[in-house]
């Protein structure tokens, strides 16, 4: 059993914003993300989804990274925030959760809705909805931490309960730098891996993403196993919503 690349990448790109980031555009200890914040109903990010690009290989950690011309997308996204009451099956949720609502092209499920808690200590992943059923994770998958700097490190392990499997993840900053997408040139991105192993299959994922401050992730590329690139997604246009 494996998740979809697409999904993989999805799950990362929540739409939370970093309150702070500082440092020049290099792997320093003063390149840090400190703090997580969300965003009010109806903030909305729109993206756009590659299969594996010619000559595009894994990067390296320092950057300029460039996803400004990759192609034409196989697939284009709009996430908005949305109240938990919104969504389907919310009644599985916690009544705070942190609801994105993912409307694409291209794919069988056109939207979905993915539920979040905000702690403390960072971001965490409880599940998704449609219109069908709802899916748990348990116990909830802490995907971002309050604090992120380079060179900072987390595992965990959820069952999920559509699939019944147990996936163990692997979390690693490993650079700072700037990235280049078609919303925008950000200075000061902090790179972070991703590695996702199943206790029904030898096969692993590797997810890559780049997180900006006061806009969330702007872009994902999904590996198969080793180097095998499947697909990227980049943020195309964001547009907040006043508080």
Request: glycine share 10%; charged share 15%.
């Amino acid at each position: 059993m494996n998740l979809t690349p697409v999904l993989l990448a999805g799950l990362l790109m929540t739409g939370c914003a970093s309150a702070t980031i500082g440092g020049p555009s290099s792997q320093s200890a003063d390149c840090l993300i400190d703090g997580l914040t969300t965003w009010p109903v109806g903030t909305a990010w729109q993206e756009a989804s590659f299969a594996a690009v010619d000559g595009w290989t894994r990067p390296a950690p320092a950057g300029p990274w460039d996803f400004e011309a990759l192609g034409s997308p196989f697939m284009t996204e709009t996430r908005t925030v949305v109240a938990v009451g919104d969504a389907p099956h919310n009644q599985q949720f916690p009544p705070d959760s942190y609801v994105i609502q993912s409307e694409n092209s291209g794919a069988a499920v056109a939207r979905l809705y993915r539920f979040y808690l905000v702690g403390t200590d960072g971001l965490y992943w409880l599940g998704d909805s449609d219109p069908l059923l709802a899916v748990t994770v348990d116990p909830p998958q802490k995907f971002l931490p309050s604090t992120m700097r380079v060179g900072q490190r987390w595992e965990q392990q959820y069952r999920d309960s559509r699939y019944d499997v147990l996936v163990s993840t692997d979390h690693e900053v490993i650079g700072c730098g700037e990235a280049r997408v078609p919303a925008g040139r950000y200075s000061n991105s902090l790179l972070l891996r991703s590695t996702y192993r199943y206790s029904e299959s030898p096969s692993s994922s590797t997810v890559l993403t780049w997180h900006v401050t006061g806009v969330g992730m702007v872009a994902a590329a999904v590996f198969s196993g080793g180097d095998d690139l499947t697909s990227i997604s980049v943020l195309t246009e964001f547009r907040p919503t006043a508080r």
